[in-house]
């Protein structure tokens, strides 16, 4: 056996369908970039059409199969619309990963329903809805992938973790659920811990030099991490190579989380 097959058949992603959430900007992007390039046919899952046709075009440019649906995942109609939209173009997907998430973080004191609303239903109904959808169907085929992006903020307190920090240790929570549920048959279910990483969703402390370099300074490695940093390990959760891995929780911070 070659190397090349060796390694293909460990972490290709050939025939394989994956949908991504948030999947057209930062992390999300990275991420559905790998899937893409290591075989998979990626439905990419977000709001603002223009990054959606230039993510899709990008992967379209590296040979990729991919597609796009427009969805605010911030309503249960929404979701709903958006997974049957996202099942068109390649079918029901064996990879579903949920970048997509929402960072309002005021002071807990001032923190209204309205945010609180809003953070649940995009960083945690989301995530419960599509695998409502979607893993019973993985059961039954007998291979599937939750892959949810979580943060630093469910397992510590800082920045004023407010309900975002909620939701993301109730995401925590929720993989461990459907693992428990679905790993019997197949399914892996893990989630994904991002240090601080320059993207969107952190332009709030990324237009803070002093912060930003304070971060870098609380990493092992010395600096703070990258979209591109997650490609390895979503394919890694993504492939056959995790088969034994599931309900865990994967720190992709540069050693943030242990310094």
Partial sequence: MTTQTYLSELFSLDGRVALVTGGSSGIGRAIAEALARAGASVVVVARREAELSATVGELAAHGCRAAWVS??????????????????????????????????????????????????????????????????????????????????????????????????????????????????????????????VMTPLNARLSDDPEKVAALAARTMVGRNGLAEDFAGAAVFLASRAAAYVTGQAVFVDGGLSVH
């Fill in 71 to 196: 969805a605010d995942l911030g309503t249960r109609d929404g979701v709903r619309s958006a997974a049957e939209e996202a099942v068109e173009p390649f079918g029901e997907p064996d990879i579903l990963v949920n970048c997509a998430g929402i960072n309002l973080r005021p002071p807990l004191g001032e923190l209204g329903e309205d945010v609180w609303d809003t953070t649940m239903a995009v960083n945690l109904e989301a995530p419960f809805l599509l695998g409502q959808r979607f893993g019973p169907g993985m059961a039954e085929r007998g291979f599937g992938r939750l892959i949810h992006v979580t943060s630093q903020q469910a397992h510590r307190a800082f920045v004023q973790s407010g309900a975002y920090g909620v939701s993301k240790g109730a995401l925590e929570s929720l993989a461990r659920s459907q693992a428990e549920a679905w790993s019997p048959y197949g399914v892996t279910c893990n989630t994904l811990v991002p240090g601080f």
